[in-house]
């Protein structure tokens, strides 16, 4: 058979998890249409699904095994194939053969260039030629890709610079579902940054990219990256997601502040504070070198955002240690912070340990903290009415009838917004906005010329 025909067929792409598995997926869609593939974004009219899944936490999973069984509900229709990739497969192959049977294609995270033949051999099969579900895991090359098709709004996108890790964080599947850490090439990232477009912003991210360069190069060239990025005249801004406190290094710190491009944002995960905590999760910090750390950035860079996240209900964590954390929250004052229950993972030393919390003492404190939070977030918030931010216009949310856009203290998707009222506004241009008001996390506003002209009625 040969693949040819598979340029008559309509792909349908779905995107679970992080933003480092969108990436993978705006791949995936550069191999399809690179090889005259169509694609649609009308899940009626695909003959070919493809799911790309995360297998994070338990919670992920049953998304993903979820969003397979519905997607398979469609067939008897258009949809002929269904293909599932990404981390579910990667590490649960063996249990989903034969089990996930709504499924016609497996594909790990490697395994994209792969796609035509897994599709043709599971075409094959139809005509009696093999049988079976064609499991196609670690059979790529892994070759580094740089085509893609942005998924974003356009104005903004997401480079990966590295995927795996080798924190060996005790709680974490990624090491044994993505493997070790691999900074991908500096000249193929600024080739791949430079092929993306003009962008009002670029989002660096990976498991750790405070570490990109160490296992290629030897060496730590995350500074490097950057500038060489900023160089380029089609990116406006540059942010950082995910840098791990101990690899933050002044050379770094340096670089946010004085580099015109990088955003004053910082997004730090510790996952807790304690330190005994702290060790059993395999973290290299402490609470004392956190609050330092926060201390020498704000003294850097006084209008710095930072952002982290946490998580609840440890083993063995007790009331003293969740009440030191919430302690420690209003003592560093985050600016936006994210709280998970700590979910039990396969194949992780800390499933191991004794003194599981139990699930309804995890929900609680993850409120409580929330709740400390949100009042941190608000006075912040707060603080900003009456003044004057700059903000990039996302679009328009049509349920306000209003723009909608981020100022720099925001992550798309992961923070709040500002809701602004404007004469006009074009998606991705910069305005200055009055803030009117404030909630917990969201701004809202106007521009001046609006003011201006709703004073003169």
């Given at each position: ?11 349908y792409?779905?995107?679970?998890g ?10 995936l ?13 009308d ?43 990404g ?5 649960f ?36 030629q ?63 940054a ?15 990219v ?19 990025l ?9 942010r ?11 050379e ?30 395999n ?16 003294r850097?860079?006084?209008?710095v ?47 191991k ?42 679009g ?9 856009g ?20 074009v ?31």
């Amino acid at each position: 058979m040969n693949s040819d025909f598979l340029k008559d067929k309509h792909f349908y792409i779905v995107s679970l998890g992080c933003d480092k598995n969108r990436v993978d997926s705006e791949k995936l869609m550069g191999i399809l249409t690179a090889n005259g593939c169509q694609l649609t974004d009308d899940i009626d009219e695909a003959e070919i699904i493809v799911v790309n899944t995360c297998a994070f936490l338990n919670a992920a999973r049953k998304e993903a095994i979820e969003t397979v069984i519905a997607c398979d509900a469609r067939r008897g229709a258009k949809l002929e194939k269904l293909v599932v990739t990404g981390c579910l497969p990667q590490k649960f192959s063996v249990e989903l053969i034969g089990q996930l049977t709504e499924a016609d294609v497996f594909l790990g995270i490697e395994d994209y260039d792969k796609i035509f033949d897994a599709l043709e051999a599971s075409y094959r099969k139809e005509h009696g030629q093999t049988g079976g579900q064609i499991d196609m895991v670690g059979c790529g090359d892994g070759a580094f890709l740089r085509e893609r098709v942005l998924s974003t709004e356009g104005h903004y996108a997401y480079l990966k610079i590295a995927d795996g890790c080798f924190n060996r964080c005790t709680y974490c599947l990624i090491p044994k579902i993505r493997g070790k850490y691999r900074s991908y090439p500096m000249e193929e990232l600024v080739r791949e940054a430079e092929d993306l477009g003009d962008l009002s912003e670029l989002i660096l991210v990976a498991q750790d990219v405070t570490r990109y360069g160490e296992d290629r190069y030897g060496e730590n060239k995350l500074v490097e990256l950057l500038r060489r990025l900023s160089a380029l005249e089609n990116i406006g801004h540059i942010r950082l997601l995910y840098c791990y406190p101990e690899a933050i290094s002044d050379e770094l710190i340096a670089e946010v502040r004085d580099n015109p491009k990088m955003l004053h944002y910082f997004d730090i995960p510790l996952q807790h504070s304690e330190d005994r905590i702290l060790k059993l999760m395999n973290r290299k910090g402490t609470r004392r070198e956190y609050i330092a750390l926060f201390d020498k950035i704000r003294r850097e860079i006084p209008d710095v955002c930072f952002r982290s996240t946490f998580i609840c209900g440890f083993p063995t964590e007790t009331e003293e240690e969740h009440r030191a954390l919430a302690e420690f929250l209003q003592e560093v004052r985050l600016d936006n912070c994210g709280f998970f229950a700590y979910s039990k993972e396969p194949d992780t030393a800390a499933a191991k340990l004794k003194g599981q919390v139990s699930p309804a003492v995890k929900n609680r404190r993850v409120k409580a903290l929330y709740r400390i939070q949100e009042g941190i977030s608000a006075e912040k918030s707060a603080a900003l009415v009456g003044t004057a931010v700059r903000v990039v216009c996302d679009g328009v949310d049509y349920d306000r009838e209003c723009f909608v856009g981020r100022t720099y203290r925001n992550a798309p998707d992961i923070d709040g917004k500002v809701y602004f009222r404007s004469l006009h506004a074009v998606q991705g241009e910069e305005y200055d906005i009055i803030i009117k008001k404030a909630d917990s996390y969201d701004l809202y506003g106007c521009t001046k010329e609006y003011e201006d002209e709703e004073t003169s009625v």
